[in-house]
């Protein structure tokens, strides 16, 4: 089987598959790649039979599955691939805060694929808590490494006239946060290219990451944090986010903790940083226990668990 592109290169041929299936009434919940792999391997699993098996579940169809105009749009975005008698969609569809969004198929195994998850999900209500609590306007916000722009666009809903940058290295997430920003017809919102905040300019009301903190063999850019136990692309988006907040503006940073004896070196390390800068901040553990079967991996050897946590900033 040929690879495919991590996300396809026609953002108006993709927005134009989107709405089509959108039409249809779709509505998906993507589940973790573990879920996923299970469930796709239940024998009655192995082809898909409706609308959602292909787009949500990403398995093999047979052309009779889709509608015609379905497929035909699917064929013009180059968001289907030939294997043997069946096809295999490239691009998958995902429901999130009243809206459908784009990113690519499972597995998501490229390099720079676009990925959507529970923890997508999370990180948009853990951002979407934070703009029903705070009481100054949002002007002006970024997202930091947006991948398929979900949080961005969330903000633009509730900060109508505010400009919402979405930012990403990843020329494949570029692509699918402008398409799922055009197909959620969210105004104010622009997708540019920096290596966190390196390459836009200015201060921020409103700051929002998730950043990858897994070691990853393979570094995945959705996926890999490095550093010490995966916490480096995390403290280095902190860093970065206090020096650029404005009077009042505050940054919800979405992200994992590898706890070691009890202990949370992230919380630690992230914290001593916010007391040095002068910052307000608040650490909460989303959830205790996640990714357990990562812990198989002897880079993880000291770590008993690996926790979900928000960390919020704001400057006075």
Known sequence: MTRSEPFPQDEAAVLALARAVRETGYAFTTVTPATHAHVNARPRNAEARTLRDVFGWS???????????????????????????LLRPTIRF???DGEMLAHSSYPPNAADAVFFGPDTMRFAAAVIDHLESRTNPVRRAVDIGCGSGAAGICIAKRAPGAEVVLVDIN??????????????????????????????????????SNPPFMIDAAAR???????????????????????????????????????????????EAVTARCTRAG??????????????????????????RLALVVVTVTRP
């Not at 692509?175 to 959620?184: G, I, K, M, Q, T």
């Not at 910052?279 to 880079?299: C, M, Q």
């Open 59 to 85: 398995r093999p169809f047979r052309a009779e599955v889709l509608p015609e105009p379905i497929l035909r749009l699917m064929r013009a975005a180059g968001a289907v691939i030939e294997d043997g008698p």
């Open 94 to 96: 995902s429901s999130l």
């Open 171 to 208: 020329p494949a997430a570029m692509r699918a946060a402008r398409v799922n920003a055009r197909l959620a017809g969210t105004e104010g919102v622009s997708v540019r290219r920096s290596d966190m905040l390196r390459d836009v300019e200015g201060r921020f009301d409103l700051i929002v």
């Open 221 to 267: 850019a959705y996926r890999h944090g490095g550093g010490p136990l995966g916490a480096g692309l995390s403290l280095a988006v902190a860093e970065q986010a206090m020096e650029r907040l404005a009077p009042g503006g505050s940054l919800v940073l979405f992200t994992g903790a590898a706890i070691v004896e009890g202990e949370d070196p992230f919380r």
């Open 279 to 304: 910052l307000d901040w608040t650490y909460r553990e989303f959830d205790p226990d996640e990714y357990g079967e990562e812990l198989a991996d002897p880079i993880y050897d000291a770590v008993e």
